[in-house]
């Protein structure tokens, strides 16, 4: 299956500060998405982005497919930000893999 | 309102004993799939289907069984369950692979 690395593993950050989140993924894959895992355990998904560039308020992504990797960009981190930041990768098949996170602590 | 539902959101079963969890969207969808997430293995896909009728394993799918008799439920099947199934199940939906998918709230299942 294809590997997924994400980095780092654990964050802490002060409220209003900015991070970069990182997936590497080990082969061609066809499909991408972030997801935010709440306190609470709810998986919501945040982008879906196979290549290119997406913004969504003060969250971005970008995905470079030919290096295998995506970032995900926080800006102006909140408390509410706070979770399990997850990337997902499909490749030539149907099959979905999951990195192990990361672990994301904005404080007040 | 697009949703996906499980049920039931918590169970605590002995060991051996049959269980069925329930997994229903109401957005058309036709791919679906179930995940167990394990501290610090992120999630990990148990099976998947494709359409009705058409289902097929993920990366661990020893000791589970599905099936997809209608398009809009994806019930997963513990014929025998064992401590080692003790996990937080997800079950989730999209138009097909290649869109985005989305996750139900999760069932918390614990095997004594």
């Known amino acids: 299956g294809i590997q997924v690395e994400q980095s780092p593993p654990d964050l802490i950050l002060q409220e209003g500060a900015n991070s970069t989140l990182r997936c590497n993924f080990s082969d061609s894959v066809n499909n991408l998405q972030w997801f935010h895992q709440n306190p609470w355990g709810q998986l919501i998904n945040l982008f879906y982005?196979?290549?290119g560039t997406k913004q969504n308020g003060r969250l971005s992504a970008t995905t470079v497919a030919t290096e295998r990797y995506s970032l995900l960009y926080i800006s102006s981190s909140q408390t509410t930000d706070s979770g399990v930041y997850f990337c997902?990768?499909?490749?030539?098949?149907?099959?979905?893999?999951f990195g192990s996170g990361t672990k994301l602590n904005v404080k007040p | 309102e697009a949703q996906v539902t499980q049920n039931p959101r918590y169970l605590i079963t002995v060991t051996g004993k049959k269980l069925t969890v329930t997994c229903s969207q109401n957005m058309n969808h036709e791919y679906m799939s179930w995940y167990r997430q394990d501290p610090g293995l992120g999630l990990r896909q148990i099976y998947y289907s494709m359409n009705v009728e058409v289902t097929d394993k993920g990366d661990v799918p020893e000791g589970y069984k599905v099936s997809r008799k209608e398009k809009r439920n994806f019930p997963l099947i513990l014929e025998s369950p064992s401590p080692n199934q003790t996990s937080l199940y997800f079950c989730?939906?999209?138009?097909?692979?290649?869109?985005?998918?989305?996750f139900g709230p999760g069932t918390r299942l614990t095997v004594t």
């Open positions: 989730a939906s999209g138009r097909t692979p290649d869109y985005e998918q989305y």
């Open positions: 982005i196979p290549s």
């Open positions: 997902a990768v499909r490749g030539n098949f149907n099959k979905f893999y």
